[in-house]
T-cell receptor, first 112, second 116 residues
Framework: GENVEQHPSTLSVQEGDSAVIKCTYS??????FPWYKQELGKGPQLIID?????GEKKDQRIAVTLNKTAKHFSLHITETQPEDSAVYFC???????????FGSGTQLTVLP | EAGVAQSPRYKIIEKRQSVAFWCNPI?????LYWYQQILGQGPKLLIQ????????DSQLPKDRFSAERLKGVDSTLKIQPAKLEDSAVYLC??????????????FGPGTRLLVL
């Protein structure tokens, strides 16, 4: 089955700096890659996603890049703010009927 | 639009007891998922429903876990008997899709279970 590895497990940045979280996946048939943000005591919330026919996608301060050849994708957050502090999960899915496999999460702390 | 509702939010039980969780998905969402999230890990799918039918329950420990979605709307997840390793957050998610789950998954707040 699919295996998703996520790095780093913890990341601290100064407010205003950029943060990058990286994930690799094993199933070459995976074609959908969402990123979720989970705040303490809450469920994961989708923040951005990318499909395999696109190499990069941006939404304001958040961007995701995908390298299908290397089977890795990354989340980039620019101009970080304290409210960006949370756990971020990447995930991958091979086909619409296949399950979503999550990475192990990255605890991002933005220091004021 | 109301989000995914779950109850209870917290539950503490002793091992070998039984427990049930309830989920009400976003109105109109045909696909419903139950995930188990152990502390420090990502969510792991337990079961996926399409309307009232099971699409994937390959990772559900069927000797102790059961789930149903009788009318294709609300769902319940039951554990009987509970073990210490069942301590986790149980997340319910739903998506608007007629093809088995291609849509964005929206998560509820989860139920935090502690088994003593």
């Amino acid at each position: 089955g699919e295996n998703v590895e996520q790095h780093p497990s913890t990341l601290s940045v100064q407010e205003g700096d950029s943060a990058v979280i990286k994930c690799t996946y094993s199933d070459s048939a995976s074609n959908y890659f969402p990123w979720y943000k989970q705040e303490l005591g809450k469920g994961p919330q989708l923040i951005i996603d990318i499909r395999s026919n696109v190499g990069e996608k941006k939404d304001q301060r958040i961007a995701v890049t995908l390298n299908k050849t290397a089977k890795h994708f990354s989340l980039h957050i620019t101009e970080t703010q304290p409210e960006d502090s949370a756990v971020y999960f990447c995930a991958a899915r091979a086909g619409s009927a296949r399950q979503l496999t999550f990475g192990s999460g990255t605890q991002l702390t933005v220091l004021p | 639009e109301a989000g995914v509702a779950q109850s209870p939010r917290y539950k503490i039980i002793e091992k070998r007891q039984s427990v049930a969780f309830w989920c009400n998905p976003i109105s109109g969402h045909a696909t419903l998922y139950w995930y188990q999230q152990i502390l420090g890990q990502g969510p792991k799918l337990l079961i996926q429903f399409q309307n009232n039918g099971v699409v994937d329950d390959s990772q559900l420990p069927k000797d102790r876990f059961s789930a149903e979605r009788l009318k294709g709307v609300d769902s319940t997840l039951k554990i009987q008997p509970a073990k210490l390793e069942d301590s986790a957050v149980y997340l319910c998610a739903s998506s608007h899709s007629g093809s088995g789950g291609a849509g964005t998954q929206y998560f509820g707040p989860g139920t935090r279970l502690l088994v003593l």
